[in-house]
C-alpha cells in the first residue's frame, strides 16, 4: 500500500501564492508518477499537474501552465505544488495521487491511490 499526505491548503486572496506538499510513504518501488487533480463539489475531478519521480518529467493542464510549478524532494518523498497568480476559479479540493511508471497521465483512472485532499480557496 501507499499512502499520500497533502498539506498546505489554505484561505488566500486572488493573485497570492501557496504551495501545496505531498508527502509519500509504504510500499513505493522504482519509477513511478505522482500527480495532483482538484475538484469542486458538482463537477469531476480535473488533472492539474504532474511529475514522474525519474527524470522529473512533467505536464501541466492549459488552465495552469505558466502560474503552477510542480517538482519534487527525492530525499524527503514529497511533491510540491507551487501556485502563483491565484484565481478564484482555482478554488477547490486539491489531491495528490501516484501510479507506477515514468509516464504522467491527465487520466485519473490511472491512479490507483489517493490522499485525503486539501481545500483551497481564492477570494476575489
Known amino acids: 500500500q501507499v499512502q499520500l499526505v497533502e498539506s498546505g491548503g489554505g484561505l488566500v486572496q486572488a493573485g497570492d501564492s501557496l504551495r501545496l506538499a505531498c508527502a509519500a510513504s509504504g510500499r513505493i518501488f522504482g519509477s513511478y508518477v505522482v500527480g495532483w487533480f482538484r475538484q469542486t463539489p458538482g463537477k469531476q475531478r480535473e488533472f492539474v499537474a504532474a511529475?514522474?519521480?525519474?527524470?522529473?518529467?512533467?505536464d501541466y493542464a492549459d488552465s495552469v501552465q505558466g502560474r503552477f510549478t510542480v517538482s519534487r524532494d527525492n530525499a524527503k518523498n514529497t511533491v510540491y505544488l507551487q501556485m502563483n497568480s491565484l484565481k478564484p476559479d482555482d478554488t477547490a479540493v486539491y489531491y495528490c495521487?501516484?501510479?507506477?511508471?515514468?509516464?504522467?497521465?491527465?487520466?485519473?483512472?490511472?491512479?490507483?491511490?489517493w490522499g485525503q485532499g486539501t481545500q483551497v480557496t481564492v477570494s476575489s
Open positions: 511529475i514522474s519521480w525519474i527524470g522529473g518529467i512533467t
Open positions: 495521487t501516484t501510479r507506477g511508471g515514468n509516464r504522467p497521465s491527465r487520466d485519473q483512472s490511472n491512479y490507483p491511490y
